[in-house]
């Protein structure tokens, strides 16, 4: 998969990322019969994300995929291709982080998320925006910690702009 982004903000060294902890995880931009894209809105942050998470120990990124859209959106999706990978270099973790994102769409009904005790304390709250009102949205968000501000908005934003030809695609 091509990767879009090597995020950095803190300047961690190449010799730095070396000791890091890894984690990879698998992201959605998930579309709906009226081409409308799934977010999650972190009230109590006041910014938005995309669906998805850490790929488990004996997962692969599509089952992982499949899992998080569920438990976030609560929705089953069919995969239609891949948007890239953004790495990032999160010095305040010691953690080298992969994200893959996918272009997916709902399939059969809009269910409801299964949030953990953790993203109901932050004020999860799932959200279906058309594409221009979903970009900027995420644009707009003011996240109040490192970890949002200069990880989670920058990685989701770009994926969602990478994603703009990939959806013209699929809804044209």
Known sequence: MRQLKLINPENASEEEVKSYATREAARA?????????????VSKSNYYKLP???IDEGENKNSALL????EEIGCDVEVLGEIGS?????????LKQTSYCYLAKVKGDKGTPNFTESEIGAGFKQVWLSYDNALGAMRSGKPPHTEGKEYIKPRDTTFLEEAKTHLLNFIN
């Open 86 to 94: 953004i790495v990032e270099y999160r010095k305040i973790q010691n």
């Open 67 to 70: 899992r998080e859209c569920k």
């Open 29 to 41: 931009i998930v579309i709906d019969k009226d081409n409308k894209i799934a977010l999650l809105y």
């Open 52 to 54: 998805g998470g850490g």
